[in-house]
DNA sequence: AACTCGGGGCA
DNA sequence: TGCCCAGAGTT
């Protein structure tokens, strides 16, 4: 798809979800790293709902390793996958402690070396909590860019690929949030709403049916 | 590539 | 009740 195509959607995504630049809500690179570990199949609202409590005494790695991995888990187990995450959280914790001085660390390499960090949530702190362009491909990105267009591929590190291409990078990161925010709302996987989608005009999902999803 | 982990919200 | 959700680790 054009470029020029793909940079109007996403300001027009932009302009339709003004909230959406991180749902998730921190106040350190620590805070936003525990709270996208936590979001994994699990929306933003409930996330935002725990750390709100949990972040009141608990908002360091130091004063997370102070937990045990059952009290940990209490306080985040309408998360979901709570023994899973209440033990990645606290093993992230104590590395970040022991090899990294209590700082995340702030690149791709150091982040997913860190247990229950992969390269969607790597992706969403270094571009939210650090400033350094990057789009996370989780699986709204992933079906949204398909169905529009503006990055086609069967695999998400493919679909990255081509929406760094397409994509200025000084969008890359509010592109994320854009599609995300689309995604869940009008673009769903099931039933997308398409009649109230804003950037219809522009989607070849509705007007190349030849190039559907696959 | 497929499978597993999981409670809560909503139809 | 049944389906779905800002994923990552293991096999």
């Given amino acids: 798809m054009n470029k020029q195509i793909v940079v109007t959607i996403l300001k027009i995504l932009g302009e339709t979800y003004p909230e959406a630049r991180c749902a998730l809500k921190f106040g350190s690179p620590y805070e936003l790293l525990v709270a996208t570990m936590l979001s994994a199949q699990c929306t933003d609202v409930r996330v935002n709902k725990v750390t709100n409590e949990l972040y009141r005494e608990f908002n ?4 997370m390793v102070s937990l045990t991995e059952e009290e940990l888990g209490k306080k985040i187990k309408s998360c979901g996958f709570f023994r899973n995450k209440s033990k990645h959280i606290l093993e992230t914790s104590r590395a970040i402690i022991e090899e990294h001085g209590g700082k995340v660390p702030d690149t791709m390499e150091e982040l997913i070396k860190l247990p229950g960090v992969g390269r969607k949530t790597a ?13 996370a491909v989780d699986t709204h990105v992933f079906r949204v860019s398909n169905r529009l267009g503006i990055a086609r591929g069967n695999t998400p590190h493919k679909v990255e690929m081509e929406l760094m291409k397409n994509i200025p990078k000084n969008m890359w990161s509010d592109s994320h949030h854009y599609l995300i925010w689309h995604g ?8 997308p709403d398409c009649g109230h989608c804003p950037v219809a005009p522009y989607c070849e999902y509705l007007n190349c049916p030849e190039k559907n999803e696959k």
């Fill in 60 to 63: 360091t790695p130091e004063k």
């Fill in 123 to 135: 992706d969403v702190v270094l571009s939210n909590a650090f400033g350094i362009p990057a789009i």
């Fill in 184 to 191: 869940r709302k009008i673009c769903k996987s099931r039933k």
